[in-house]
């Protein structure tokens, strides 16, 4: 074992000879050896080729973080494992997702943070097995792990950030609103939902292409029967405001003729059987071959395949079935069949009955199946499952790096359903195949901020839900809730009800304009927000307990924070028509009606029990912060900014720093952006309004609307030119 200091919070303990994962990029060569074991709060436990690291919690000990993962905030009390699973029924006793997150939060009297890089299965047992202890199984003996202390769980979360590097930026219009459905099957269809929301005057930005546009589920083809002319499909929506975002699966057909196939087996780009000849499994396309995104080559020549689409005028993509998700393999099919065969004159007794329906059920994603194939890593053959979890994180990685070799100043909209960490430098992630029950509001609300503190800021949920059947209320709720979140997407199942804002009766359409608009007008909040976080290693989703050190704050895990300024409580049980909420702060609560209507109320600090209504959505601003608002349009490439609403909750003192950007290139990495950094004093009842706007060229108009402790309202004018002003 070595051990190294990184900095005063980090430390850097390494066993074996890990892989080089590159969940993390950091400065190795200036990282310091240490020469004897510190004092860890944690044991360690070395056997049958194992690490374990053992930690006793007290009575108050909360953990926090493993990003993409099921039950609350505080992750005490479960069994998780991180091994990338494709799992569409995200119950609270599964124990994977999609992502492999493995990086948590110990909050105790001296909070500490953990990072197992380990791209193979890793057990968290957090006070599941005996209650207070927290045990981590890593299968294996060469592993990274990195400790950090000597911070809040703010801070600790930072500088494991600091570690991993900038997160993705995505365009600016990857914040409006946007569709999907598995699937809008044709041309008309895509036409006939653009055209829904012109006609109710909704705003969007993007709709979604799922596995239906391609032929035979062919990656980096059209199906042109079912929509001919795709460039122009692609122009035509873009001139009406849409943009196409099309699905990328993982698997590569194996058909002759087909190119993708034909040239990965010429390279050797596949995964391989332990013979060195492809490994075959089946997904959506029938039996596929999978690229070996660990080979550097295979991933340039998948990136580059994007290109196909993007010479087409697509500009954002999704991949998706990357855990690899695996519907069967031939063998463990065939024995399947086998044993049906067999079982047919028999009189089955109740253990071969269910010996034999298992065998079909347990086809689906099998755990020995990932045991059977390789990668070329280093020159090597690697078993699968010792890298299972990097595979996803490499086909965004080759999708990130393609598109950027492809059009390289050019922000692209991306975001993976399988993940690593360290995959949040290349794109975003949605949390995959939910359900439309009103509990997967809640899981969305509490995955959110422990997904940022693994790196991945751009996400967010199938809103309204993916399988069963989702009714108006759920969907308004939901969509309360992801009015806030950067991936704001209403997505749903085959065979599943409609459920585009749309769908459902005229009040509803028009709760759902309000909405939809009410989000458009936050964007300017939203995309600074994010921003900022993109750009200092921050966060964007915080739970209350990141910011407010008191005890209730710490126990709620119904709310969080968006951003600096923002707090979201949403109605996530049906037939609510109101909710309690704990504010650490007096805080102003807007009940927005639309982005023109709703009450302001000032809230005191405590308990309350709050009312709101079906067409209201709570958003809460916390003392001494501002919202800055634009006017919303159709879409976010046809926002006026010039005219901007700021609402200060003002106590004393309040700043804020309004950031922008073309959004759409990468000159913010050179400095192309503008901030506006707004200061509001408030003494004896006068208020003094500072704006210094060094950077930016655009006459801007400020309507500041300033809300006192007492509710008090007064509104100003201020108009903003290059320079500093005060007014
Ligand atoms: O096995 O492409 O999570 O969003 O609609 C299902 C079809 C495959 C799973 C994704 C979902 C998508 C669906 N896909």
Known sequence: MEIRRIDHQSLWFTFGTPLQTESLLFDREA????????????????????????????????VFGLGENLRGMNKRGGLYESFCTDDPIHTPGKKSLYGAHNFLLVDDQEPFGLFIDFPGKVVFDIGFSEHDQLVITITGSDVDLFHFANGTLKELTLAFRHLMGESYVPPKWAFGFQQSRWSYNTRQEIEAVAGGFLKHQIPCDAIYLDIDYMERYKDFTIDYHAFPHFQQLVEEMKEQGFRLIPIIDAGVRIEDGYAVYEEGIEKG?????????????AVWPGKVHYPDFLNPEARRWFGLQYKVLTDMGIDGFWNDMNEPS???????????????KDSEEKNLDIDTFFLLTDSFKTLFNHPADYQKFYHQVNGELMNH??????????MTRAAAEGLQEIDPD??????????????????GIWTGDNHSWWEHILLNLQMMPAINQCGILYTGADTGGFSDDANAQLVIRWSQFSLFA????????????????FAFDNKTTETMRNVIRLRYSLIPYLYSEYMKAARSNGLYFMPLCFEYDDEPSSLTDDQILVGESLMSAPVYRENARG???????????????????GDLEVMSAGYHHMPVELVETPIFIRRNRMLVMGKPAMNVGEMDLSILTVLVFIDDQAEYVYYDDDGISRGYQRGAYSEIHLKVVRRRGEYDILVDNRDNEQVKTLRMILVDPEGLREEREVTVRKGSMSG
């Open 31 to 62: 990282a310091k050896p240490l020469a004897a074991m510190p004092t860890m709060p944690w044991e360690l436990k070395m056997a049958d080729h194992r690490v374990q690291l053992r930690y006793r919690m007290t009575e108050n000990t909360r």
């Open 269 to 281: 780009y596949f995964c391989l059987n332990p013979d060195e000849k492809p490994f075959v499994a």
């Open 385 to 394: 499952a010792k890298i299972h979890n990097l595979y996803g994180f490499n």
């Open 326 to 340: 695996i519907f069967y393999t031939e063998d463990r099919l065939r024995d399947a069949i086998q044993l049906a």
């Open 410 to 427: 050019r922000r692209f909209l991306l975001f993976s359903r399988a993940s690593a960490v360290g995959q949040g430098r290349f794109a």
């Open 579 to 597: 909710r309690y909420v704990y504010l650490p702060e007096p805080m102003l609560l807007w009940r927005a009606v639309s982005v023109e209507e």
């Open 486 to 501: 950067p991936l704001f997407r209403n997505h749903a199942a085959l065979n599943t009800r409609n459920q585009e804002p």
